[in-house]
Nanobody, 122 residues
């Protein structure tokens, strides 16, 4: 099991950017596939992006492809999500998630952070 703590959320105007970070505990971070999800008010949680163990492969939801970028630093035990060209519909709680190995196209994860709020004003 790995403990995850997100940070970097906040209030931003439409068109702005934010960088979310996810700090993971433990010494085996490089064994975890990492993902980001979001949940908007009144909606189900949805997949945003995932990154492979080495960071060499990524997968994005169609709604964010080209605007968001996922990355990881295995030396620092962190995963990040760069959010660019934000729109009001990107407003949601963003969650970091981890899973021991597995495909970046598989959206079930075992460990979750507490979430960080992103609010985009128009």
């Amino acid at each position: 099991q790995v403990q995850l703590v997100e940070s970097g959320g906040g209030l931003v105007q439409a068109g702005g950017s934010l960088r979310l970070s996810c700090a993971a505990s433990g010494r085996t971070f490089s064994s975890y596939t990492m993902g980001w999800f979001r949940q908007a008010p009144g909606k189900e949680r949805e997949f945003v992006a995932a990154i492979s163990l080495s960071g060499g492969n990524t997968n994005y939801a169609d709604s964010v492809k080209g605007w968001f970028t996922i990355s990881r630093d295995n030396a620092e035990n962190t995963a990040s999500l760069q959010l660019n060209s934000l729109k009001p519909e990107d407003t949601a709680v963003y969650y970091c998630a981890a899973r021991l190995g597995g495909s970046i196209y598989y959206t079930r994860y075992s460990d979750w952070g507490q979430g960080t709020q992103v609010t985009v004003s128009s």
